[in-house]
Nanobody, 120 residues
């Protein structure tokens, strides 16, 4: 059974930084595509960034140049470094995992989410 546990959310002022972590258990991590999604109140859940098992990364346009996704296969952990945060980045951030990147966010596994709040 795969479990994803996020941490690192919190309250930060605009322009500040946070680093989210997602620790995965189960025999999936090293071969899985991993990603971060976010959902603000009343809005749909959107892809923020994703990373393939081979390390290929993709970012949503609204975070390019500010956020960086990375993974440490030895620690079964994926990270999201968020810099220059804006109030519109306020959302619940979810970690996701899937056997292949085409399935990420469609099927697979989700964490419980971590709240990120950016004050102006």
């Amino acid at each position: 059974q795969v479990q994803l546990v996020e941490s690192g959310g919190g309250l930060v002022q605009a322009g500040g930084s946070l680093r989210l972590s997602c620790a995965a258990s189960g025999n999936i991590f090293s071969n899985a595509a991993m990603g971060w999604y976010r959902q603000a109140p009343g809005k749909q859940r959107d892809l923020v960034a994703r990373i393939s098992s081979g390390g290929i990364v993709n970012y949503a346009d609204f975070v390019k140049g500010r956020f960086t996704i990375s993974r440490d296969n030895a620690k079964n952990t994926v990270y999201l470094q968020m810099n220059n945060l804006k109030p519109e980045d306020t959302a619940v951030y979810y970690c996701a995992a899937a056997p292949m990147i085409a399935l990420l966010g469609v099927s697979g596994y989700w964490g419980q989410g971590t709240q990120v709040t950016v004050s102006s």
